[in-house]
């Protein structure tokens, strides 16, 4: 075998906790006393000692509130070793917190740091809009973060100016927990924005973060309250 044609695809020298192999793998540098929580199955390979415990007790803790009906989606990895994570193909973002806040779409989220304070939350100002509750999962601490977006994804900073960002919930990945968010109808852009039932409704946000939003507006599969 010709080991230049495929030398390109190799693993590239650790750079950082979490980088990305590619647009759409993650790479992870595990250490022991360094856990990662990673979504279940997401699993591509691993260099080195790396374990997995499904369903772990801090995520049984929080089983009750995700509300999707689907259990625990997150599996506890510890060791020491290169772990490479992937979800079928989607656009991989690595998120690097430094004492700050993100809330992230339960279906967005590939990895995260084990230290990092977590739980489900409950987005406000979107029931009186939708008609149901719309529930997120948020993130907090120092750390590092890694989302998942199906098509390459636009980041928004939303404080380089006065004006606020709307977006469709439905393409929706992550936001800046910082940041200030109120849902708006407009039904003359329903022929324009969104599909649906949720294409009159957007969220504007405004202040000092960013909003990560994909080139999808598929929500079959976002946590939301059943019932």
């Not at 695809?9 to 750079?15: E, G, L």
């Not at 279940?40 to 509130?65: D, H, I, K, L």
């Not at 509300?67 to 992937?86: F, I, R, V």
């Amino acid at each position: 075998m010709d080991q230049h044609m495929i030398s390109g695809y190799a693993p590239t020298p650790i750079a950082a906790r979490m980088e990305n192999h590619g647009p759409s793998m993650l790479k992870v540098a595990m250490q022991s006393g360094q856990d990662v929580f990673a979504r279940t199955g997401s699993m591509v390979a691993y260099e080195g000692f790396v374990q997995y415990e499904p369903n772990p007790p801090a995520v049984r803790q929080m089983a009750s509130q995700w509300l999707t009906g689907e259990g625990a989606p997150l599996m506890k990895c510890s060791g020491d070793g290169l772990l490479y994570l992937a979800d079928y193909g989607a656009d991989v973002v690595c998120v690097n917190l430094d004492n700050e806040a993100l809330s992230v779409n339960g279906t967005n989220l590939l990895a995260f740091d084990a230290h990092l304070q977590w739980g489900v939350q409950r987005v406000k100002g979107m029931a009186k809009f939708a008609g149901q509750g719309l529930f997120n999962v948020g993130i907090t601490g120092t750390g590092w973060v890694a989302l998942t977006s199906r098509g390459t994804p636009i980041v928004v900073d939303c404080g380089r100016g006065e004006d606020e960002t709307y977006v469709d919930p439905d393409a929706l990945v992550a936001w800046s927990s910082g940041l200030k968010m109120k849902g708006k109808r407009s039904f003359k852009a329903s022929s324009m924005i969104g599909r649906g039932s949720g294409e009159a409704y957007q969220l504007g946000f405004s202040g000092q973060g960013f909003v990560v939003v994909q080139p999808s507006e598929d929500s079959t599969d976002r946590l939301r309250a059943r019932g």
